[in-house]
């Protein structure tokens, strides 16, 4: 049965830009930041560099999350 939570877009890794995005056979969308953080930013957030969802939005707004994290250390 496919009813659209598996769907990955062809262009996942454009969506989601410095992430690399995966499925897993169980149909869980992980994603993993190319570049590490800083050790400033790891320090002083709860920031991490690969997070997991249940459908391709929610792992999207899951990256965006640790984006903005990190980005209000360095700001």
């Known amino acids: ?5 598996y769907a990955m877009p062809e262009s ?4 989601i830009p ?4 995966i499925r897993s056979d169980a149909g869980r969308y992980w994603a993993s930041r190319v570049r590490p953080f800083t050790t400033e930013q790891l320090n002083r957030t709860d920031a991490y ?3 997991d969802a249940d459908t391709f939005d929610g792992l999207r707004a899951e990256a965006a999350r640790q984006e903005e994290a990190a980005e209000a250390v360095t700001s």
């Open 49 to 51: 560099r690969t997070v």
């Open 12 to 15: 996942a890794t454009s969506v």
């Open 1 to 5: 049965m496919h009813d659209g939570r």
């Open 18 to 21: 410095g992430w690399r995005v």
